[in-house]
C-alpha cells in the first residue's frame, strides 16, 4: 500500500469523518505549535525613558531597561521559549564599537535578563553591526563603500565574546558575512565560551519584508542596500549551500529568514540540515497581518495561529515571532 494507492475508496473511504469536531480534530493533528517553539525578537534603545510605540508594527515597541524586563518576565510565564535582543544604542560610528563595548545596550541588557529570566528563556543576542554603525552596514566598509568581509569577521568575534560575557546564552549572527560562523566559533571558544551556541542566519534573503524592521532597529543603509552580502530570492540552491557551509564551520543552529515567503526553503534545507533549523516571521509579515485585521479583512488570531503552523509543517523548529508572547497564550 502507498500513499499514492488508497485502500479504500468512497464510499467506504470517507476522510472527513477524522475531522468532525475539534477534538477529533486536534487528535489527529499532523502539526503542532507549541510555546516552548517561540522565540520572542525585541528591541531595547539606550537613553530611552519610556517605551516608544512602533508605528509599522502595531503592538510592539522600542523598549527601555525596565519595560524589557517586564515583557521578558511576561513571555517566560507564557512559556515562550526564547528571546532574541536587538539593540539601539544612542551613538553611532563607522565601526559600531558601541556593539561590543562591555557597557553597551544590549550587554546591559543581557546582564538585567540573565539574573531575572536566564533559567527560564533561551536569551540570544542578534550579532550584526547595521543598528550600530552611522552608514548602516552589516560591517565596516572599504574606499569604495563595499562591506570588509573580512575586517567584519574580527567585529564580530568581537561582539560574541561581549554577548556571552554579558550572558547570552546564544549568539546568532545576521550578517552573511563569508566565513562568520567560523570566526565567531574560535572568538567564543577563545573567550572561554566553548558552550555558547551559534544560531546562524545562514539563509537570509535581501527582502522588502524587512521594511518594518528597519524603523525598530534604526538601522536602515545611507546608501545602497544589503543585496551584495544578503541572498538573492531567487535562489535556493545557494541557501542549501550557506546552510552547509555553516554547519561545516561550526554552527550549532540554522535560520531561514524571512519565512513566510520561502517556506519552500525552510522544506529544502529542514529535509537536509543535520542540525536544528528556525525560521523568521519577519516584521513585513507581522505588519502586513496586523493591517488587514485593523481592517476587518481577516480574523486575527486564527491568521496568527494558521501562518505560525504553516512554519511548523515546513519544517521549522523553532520560530522568531512578535506575536510568541500572545501566541503562546493562544496556544495553552
Known sequence: ???????AAFPAARPRRLRRGRAMRRLVAETAVRPENLILPMFVKEGLTEPVPISSMPGQVQHTKESLRKA???AAEAGVGGLMLF??????????TQADDPNGVVQEALRDLSAEVGDDLVLMADLCLCEYTDHGHCGPLQADGHVDNDLTLERYASIAAA????GAAVVAPSGMMDGQVAAIRAGLDRAGHTQVPVLAYAAKYSSVFYGPFREAAEGAPQSGDRSGYQQDPANVREALREVALDVAEGADMVMVKPGLAY???VAKVAETSPVPVSAYQVSGEYAMIEAAAERGWLERDRAIVEVLTSYRRAGAEQILTYWATEAARLLR
Open 163 to 166: 554577548q556571552a560575557d554579558a
Open 263 to 265: 517556506l519552500d526553503v
Open 1 to 7: 500500500m502507498t500513499a499514492s494507492s488508497p485502500d
Open 87 to 96: 539593540g539601539v544604542p544612542e551613538h553611532k560610528d563607522a565601526a559600531g
Open 72 to 74: 521578558a518576565a511576561e
